[in-house]
């Protein structure tokens, strides 16, 4: 056993630089992940020397150290988890209270049963709230329920071992004599006892390793101010809907919206107030929306969203809800000033076998349309006869030429008299 004792010892050692190593990276309960592993690490070590170390040191020193590491564990994944992690008080009066219990029946009440059923006890009381926090507080995220289902499984695995090993020192080996010989029995509980550890922290390694990846992912497909979706993801998506709806023969339906007057919102309330509107906008969208499409940031002020299996009718249904909500719901800048918006919207309808960028022209076509003719509504493509909506294009450049003709002579302007 002194074999797998050092084996024990080795990987936890190795593994600790590796916890270590993730302190800078932002993610939860590392730190008391490693410290758990380095407890851990000692108190092996301290096993691994019973033979010629003192008593105390490895009835009451290693228990402690075992304990200590348990209850690092349960504060890790409390805070991985987003539960309100353990204090320091709480598990200094618990760890001061085993060692004056263990230090009794060492010393006052030569017990080995009272200090294995106190220490071992405890430890595994410890790993049974490490599991139940586990199933309880189940994340979201699937790119790491593999990882901790494997936590989750070694957790409880830690907890039946440290039962066992009571029940074995309490009752005796006769308990199990119908179920093995006693040597087997003992060497099998006492390997998978000093082995269970390692391997439980090889699986917090690769959960915190599985949510850094799944954290970068989130990261590069979400635009960081609005959290929609960014435009490559988006269109990524997109296209995966596209093709889906057009091998079922579905229709698609795909809006453009763009948030009206925007330049004048930065103007009034500043870049800050502008990001504000396109947070609050993004939200107010999402919650009316409800899980009905996908939502993604095009560029700027705007916005596309795409929609399976649904006709023209729901479509202008859905985008009127979100033109009344935008414009019923006005954001918040950071002084508190009130920010009143207001979203124009194209739509176009995807046929079966049509083409992904036909669509998204004639929804581009359709917000021109939206625009020219008073903004804060919807238009649908083909709505209209194509001179009508050469002509809303046309009006929509027109003024945008005028706006910049202002522009300019309103700097000229300015310029004069500075030099005048």
């Known amino acids: 056993m002194s074999f797998l004792s050092a084996i024990a010892v080795i990987s936890l050692v190795v593994m600790f630089p590796v916890l270590l190593s993730l302190r800078k990276t932002g993610v939860p309960g590392v730190a008391s992940f490693g410290a758990a592993c380095a407890l851990t690490a000692l108190a092996a070590s301290v096993s691994l020397a019973a033979g010629v170390s003192p008593i105390w040191l490895h009835t009451v020193v290693g228990a402690t150290l075992m304990v200590a590491a348990c209850l690092m564990t349960l504060k890790g ?5 987003g539960r309100r992690p353990l204090g320091a008080w709480p598990m200094a009066i618990i760890l001061t209270c085993l060692v004056m219990v263990l230090m009794f029946f060492t010393y006052g009440v030569d017990s080995l049963s009272a200090r294995v059923s106190t220490g071992a006890g405890l430890a595994g009381l410890i790993c049974l709230l490490i599991g139940a926090n586990i199933v309880r507080r189940w994340p979201k995220e699937r ?16 907890a039946i071992l440290q039962a066992l090993r009571v029940a074995t020192v309490t009752a005796g080996f006769d308990t199990f004599g119908n179920m093995a010989e006693q040597q087997i029995w003992t060497t099998a509980v006492l390997a998978a006892r000093l082995l269970i550890m390692p391997l439980f922290f090889l699986g917090i390694i690769l959960m915190l390793h599985g949510w850094m990846i799944a954290s970068l992912r989130h990261m590069i497909a979400h635009d960081d101010l609005t959290g ?12 995966r809907m596209f093709s889906a709806a057009s091998a079922s023969r579905r229709q698609t339906a795909f809006m ?14 500043g870049h800050a107030g502008g ?8 939200k107010t969208v999402r919650e009316t929306l409800a899980g009905r499409g996908i939502l993604g940031r095009l560029g700027g002020e705007e916005f596309g969203i795409a929609l399976s299996n649904i006709g023209r009718l729901e479509a202008a249904e859905i985008a009127e809800a979100i033109c009344a909500a935008v414009r019923t719901a006005p954001a918040r800048a950071v002084k508190g000033t009130s920010i009143p918006l207001t979203v124009s ?9 049509g083409s992904l960028a036909d669509v998204m022209t004639e929804a581009d076509m359709a917000l021109y349309e939206s625009k020219a003719m008073g903004r804060d509504r919807l238009s649908i493509a083909g709505s209209l006869h194509v001179a009508s909506a050469a002509s809303a294009r046309a009006l929509a450049g027109a003024a945008a030429q005028m706006r910049a003709a202002a522009a300019v002579a309103v700097g000229s302007s300015q310029s004069l008299s500075s030099t005048g």
Do not use: W
């Open 77 to 81: 994944f409390r805070e991985f988890l």
């Open 143 to 158: 790119a790491i329920t593999p990882y901790m289902l494997f936590c989750c499984v070694a957790a409880f695995a830690v």
């Open 228 to 239: 929609a979706l960014s435009r490559r993801a988006f269109m990524a998506q997109f296209e």
């Open 256 to 269: 453009l919206l763009d948030l009206d007057r925007f330049k004048q919102i930065n103007d009034l309330h």
């Open 275 to 282: 990001d504000a509107a396109l947070a609050h906008f993004t």
């Open 345 to 353: 919207i194209g739509i176009a309808m995807a046929d079966p076998g």
